[in-house]
């Protein structure tokens, strides 16, 4: 009997000792579960509470971003150039569309748009977070807008989005200057990832001035906090933060005179910039042809962006600053100050021309076949005498022409506050070494002393060069604002003037370049007689730029020369002689003459800017090179 219970007891131990086990296990079990369980109410409640309290709330609250009044653009004068108008975008809210194909559907109708490329913009936008509103159709014009509101209700997940967008007041004028905005990109939404107010679909400056002051055009945007149901529709507004305006350009632009240069240049490529010598401010700067701007808006088409690019007259550049061009005749003033300014000449200095200067066995030409006999500083400047500043180069040389070039601003941008400013060419011996790893022939001295060969500007490069040759020889930098204002309309930031350097040479020097600047307008056989004026001195300079080789035309009469191989023309010039206050210039492509090129619009935008002081009625244009 004993051993039975012993035997039983021993059962018991056992029993109890793998119960004890066991109990053990699910104990750690439920151990384990509940530790998960808390780490995960942690995780949740604690470590991402904010993140999904906020989750929660826009199941109700939603945000919506009230987009700034974008700041304007007016002239010197206060005079509007870009007004604001409302740009309506219909978008489509995901999670508030249970059932979006019928919705879409619907909607097309009323956009008047195949419901195809409404499910290609979802699609698109498919890596979106789902309250992420997508675009559906930009820009929709009144009569839609007002038909999507009557039927909002049908339409579950369907927004309209006020953006503000401009309105152009007078088309496409100063279109490379002021730009256009367009919608950002993702690129762009990447960069400013930081600054927390660009969501998908907003408006961007994409060009110019819009571009440069994005930010302070742009304004802080605001907040709106809504309650909404179930649907999505508007409940009842919970708070809102009104936006900040953007602050107000005045540019120095004169708009009538913008207006004069774009019309004179009648859509023939090429460029007009008005300088005020002793300030640097732009009173115009015009690139032809002009960019057409409505096409921009809402996103340019793909043809039409094609068709720009493949355009040979490139209305895509901004050529006042980006077109870069041999300066031709102009480029004899550089010659002439490093001249005086090294001793090689003096105002009584004389070259012989009959036509062509012969140097190792080659003639280099002079534009005037016959010649122009015993010549001068003064006459070579005024007539453009190609053999005189061919002697001059030659003793100067490409070294010293390049210092006297560079001290007076070619070869390296403005400095305007304009993107992508090319520098221009400068060439020296260690350029084309550096360029091309070549030595430098004396015979491309002669070239680039009468602004061909290697030789390039750009007309804001020469109408600065112009105004420093002037104006006693500072040059300043060119300047395109002359105040930032803020949204209270108090100046945030004036214009002042900077100056950049200073052009080599004696005051001597640079006395003598305007004399015989005005003698070109004012001598019988000036080249700039185009600018003459009975009541007011004007001193010019004119400029031929060779784009192919003579001898692929000189076969041919003028007229039948191919658009391609035409010259260049510029012309350069300031007023009044006695106190120079403008200096303008002008260049056209293919325009083949200086004077009868380019001098015409040069004239007309003297006469603009002086209007009553200059009578500009009877020209007299006796030469042109």
């Not at 945000?63 to 700041?71: M, N, V």
Request: proline fraction near 4%; include cysteine; glycine fraction near 8%.
């Amino acid at each position: 009997m004993q051993q039975v219970i012993s035997r039983v007891d021993k059962i018991n131990e056992a029993e109890l000792l793998t119960l004890k086990k066991r109990l053990r296990y699910a104990s750690m079990l439920l151990l384990a579960f509940a530790s998960i369980l808390v780490i995960r109410l942690w995780y949740l409640q604690i470590l991402n509470g904010e993140n999904y309290f906020k989750l929660s709330e826009n199941n109700r609250i939603r945000l919506h971003w009230l987009k700034a009044p974008r700041g304007m653009l007016s002239d010197r004068f206060g005079r509007p150039l870009i007004a604001n108008r409302p740009y309506f975008n219909v978008t489509l809210a995901r999670e508030d569309a249970p059932n979006p194909e019928d919705l879409l559907n619907r909607l097309s109708t009323i956009l008047d748009v195949d419901v195809n490329e409404l499910l290609d913009r979802i699609r698109e936008g498919e890596d979106y977070p789902r309250y992420v509103p997508i675009l559906l159709k930009e820009d929709i014009d009144w009569k839609t807008l007002v038909s999507i509101e009557n039927h909002l209700y049908d339409l579950p997940g369907i927004r309209i989005d006020v953006l503000p967008s401009r309105e152009y007041l007078y088309e496409n004028l100063g279109s490379h200057l002021f730009g256009y905005l367009g919608r950002i990109n993702e690129a762009e939404l990447s960069e400013r990832a930081d600054e927390g107010e660009y969501q998908r679909n907003d408006q961007i400056g994409k060009l110019g001035l819009e571009r440069i002051f994005e930010k302070q055009l742009r304004g802080e945007q605001g907040k709106r906090y809504i309650e909404v149901d179930a649907q999505g529709f508007e409940q009842r507004e919970v708070s809102v933060q009104q936006p900040l305006p953007g602050s107000d350009l005045k540019l120095t632009i004169d708009r009538d005179m913008q207006d004069v240069a774009e019309d004179a240049l009648d859509g023939r490529a090429g460029a007009a910039v008005v300088m005020e010598v002793t300030t640097g401010r732009i009173l115009a700067l015009a690139s032809s042809p002009a960019l057409e701007l409505d096409k921009f808006v809402g996103g340019i088409s793909s043809q039409n962006w094609k068709e720009m690019q493949e355009d040979e007259m490139k209305p895509l550049i901004n050529k006042a600053t980006q077109g870069q061009y041999p300066p031709g005749s102009t480029y004899k003033m550089v010659v002439a100050l490093a001249g005086l300014s090294e001793g090689v000449i003096n105002a009584d200095t004389t070259f012989f021309c009959n036509g062509a200067m012969k140097f190792k066995g080659r003639d280099y030409r002079c534009w005037k076949k016959q010649g122009h006999g015993t010549i001068s500083l003064e006459r070579a400047l005024a007539e453009s005498c190609d053999v005189f500043f061919y002697s001059v180069g030659m003793r100067v040389g490409v070294d010293k022409l390049a210092e006297y070039a560079k001290s007076l601003g070619l070869g390296e941008p403005t400095g305007i506050t304009l993107e992508h400013e090319k520098s221009g060419v400068v060439p020296s011996i260690a350029w084309k070494k550096k360029r091309f790893g070549q030595v430098w022939y004396e015979g491309e001295t002669m070239s680039i002393s009468i602004g061909q060969g290697y030789d390039l500007a750009t007309p804001l490069q020469i109408c600065q060069m112009t105004s420093t040759l002037v104006n006693g020889g500072t040059r300043y930098r060119p300047q395109l604002i002359e105040a930032v204002m803020d949204a209270d309309g108090n100046v945030a930031k004036g214009f002042e003037p900077i100056i950049d350097g200073h052009a080599l040479g004696t005051a001597k020097s640079l006395d003598l370049i305007r004399a015989g600047m005005v003698a070109a307008v004012n001598t019988p056989h000036g080249t700039a007689g185009v600018a003459k004026s009975k009541s007011m001195l004007v001193g010019a300079k004119t400029g031929t730029a060779q784009v192919v080789k003579v001898k692929q035309y000189q076969h041919l009469r003028e007229n039948d020369i191919p658009y391609k191989w035409r010259d260049h023309a510029w012309f350069t010039c300031f007023a009044p002689a006695e106190k120079p206050e403008i200096a303008v210039t002008v260049l056209v492509e293919h325009g083949l003459h200086g004077a009868t090129g380019a001098g015409p619009v040069a004239r007309r935008l003297l006469k603009e800017y002086f209007k009553e002081r200059m009578d500009t009625k009877e020209t007299v244009l006796i030469e042109d090179e």
